[in-house]
């Protein structure tokens, strides 16, 4: 154990000496000065601003409005309408399958590369920031941490809501059965007298109203697995989904997780983004980001806000959520303009903390647009049952991600 002290020792002063805030003047810096102009910059920071603004708040909002004109109401989890952006159109799927494309491209090919770079800067000591693939690391660990928080957010929500939830379920039976049975001991030994052809006309209409619902819950056992769009309807045109009510309810929990845990990995890297754009005195390099950065920010308000409109929030959290994530990157960019003079994004300990959150947002959002997005929509009966909309489904979410990869020319 001594033998390995003195190389451990040495290990940790390596990696205490690179991580310095002393400018390091490379190759870096050079394709700025020569593009250097700050009145400019600041006047397109502002633009950026604005614009970035608007798209993220727009995208977000789409959704939102969309639940709200299907009916969806303001309070969350109305049972009359029990996922908004699944019961929407099919040009709502196609639009969030688009969304989930760009963010899985987000991950992939902006986020990772940007990490990768940040490592591999010449800045950085090759021990042990070159010796070892952090950047891959780090999105790994955030991944599995957000499979973690999802598992034990949707757990904590679930014993939260789920009593409150079957003490409602169970006062309803009760009622249910109180007023059947007092129908019954109204036509057998009710206190008012009724002739003997009505009271048999009330019994036979109790008799089938049973029949119905025993006849109801065999055809929902045998036509569970049908593509009938996750409900079945009865001879007079009514609406049922009984049975799946032990099934939305860790649905609904997991919908409210997923949109928090996307928005925490969406706003971590917005942050990123803001203060690099925010701290650049080039025209040249951040001309090609403002039209970039709007298309980015617009579709991952779409993704989010279709995710905080499944999980049906009340109109408050929901509109929260949406400021909050509308607002990261403006006030990103904003911070980063104030700090231009004297923040050195090229410095070794600049470097490493914007490498590690871009590693982390990059598993963050991989992690989402694969399991929560894609996956969740596209492994769905509704999908699975129209062959049409899943093939429309692909075509949109490859167009996304190949949108948003393109991008990574100019940004």
């Not at 989904?241 to 990995?265: A, M, T, Y």
């Not at 989010?304 to 509109?319: D, P, R, T, V, Y």
Request: net charge negative.
């Amino acid at each position: 154990m001594e033998s390995y002290a003195p190389y451990l020792r040495t290990h940790l002063h390596q990696l205490a000496a690179s991580v310095s805030a002393a400018s390091c003047e490379g190759e870096a810096g050079a394709g700025d000065d020569e593009c250097r102009d700050e009145a400019a910059a600041l006047r397109l920071k502002m633009v950026a601003v604005a614009a970035i603004l608007v798209s993220g708040a727009v995208g977000v909002a789409i959704p939102l409005v969309g639940r709200r004109l299907r009916g969806g109401g303001g309070a969350g989890g109305g049972g009359s309408s029990s996922s908004s952006s699944s019961s929407g159109g099919g040009t709502f799927v196609l639009a969030k399958a688009f969304a989930a494309g760009v963010i899985l491209a987000t991950g992939f090919v902006h986020m990772m590369h940007d990490a990768e770079e940040k490592f591999a800067d010449p800045c950085l000591p090759p021990t042990p920031w070159r010796r070892f693939p952090f950047p891959g690391f780090v999105a790994m660990l955030a991944a599995l941490g957000t499979l973690v928080m999802e598992f034990v957010g949707t757990r904590f929500y679930e014993s939260k809501h789920g009593q409150e939830a079957a003490t409602t379920v169970s006062a309803r039976d009760e009622t249910a059965a109180l007023l059947e049975d007092g129908a019954l001991s109204g036509i057998t030994g009710g206190t008012a007298p009724m002739s003997g052809d009505d009271g048999k006309q009330d019994a036979m209409h109790i008799v089938g109203m049973r029949a119905h619902a025993a006849a109801h819950r065999h055809s929902h056992a045998q036509g569970h697995d049908a593509c009938d769009g996750g409900a079945v309807y009865d001879a007079h045109g009514h609406g049922h989904d009984h049975g799946h009510g032990s099934e939305e309810r860790p649905s609904q929990s997991r919908h409210v997780v997923v949109s928090q845990i996307l928005e925490l990995g969406i706003v971590s890297h917005s942050v990123i983004i803001g203060l690099s754009l925010g701290v650049s005195q080039s025209p040249c390099t951040i001309k090609p980001l403002v039209a970039a950065l709007s298309f980015h920010q617009f579709f991952e308000g779409f993704a989010l806000g279709g995710c905080i409109s499944e999980a049906q929030f009340k109109n408050f959290s929901a509109l929260l959520m949406a400021f909050f994530f509308a607002i990261t990157t403006p006030a990103g960019i904003t911070v980063g303009a104030g700090i231009a003079s004297f923040y050195n994004p090229n410095s070794p300990r600049a470097l490493i903390i914007e490498g590690i959150l871009d590693s982390m947002s990059a598993g963050i959002l991989i992690y989402m647009a694969l399991v929560d997005l894609i996956a969740a929509d596209f492994l769905s009966r509704r999908m699975s049952c129209n062959p049409r909309l899943q093939v429309c489904s692909y075509v949109a979410l490859f167009l996304g991600a190949l949108a948003m990869s393109s991008l990574a020319i100019w940004a």
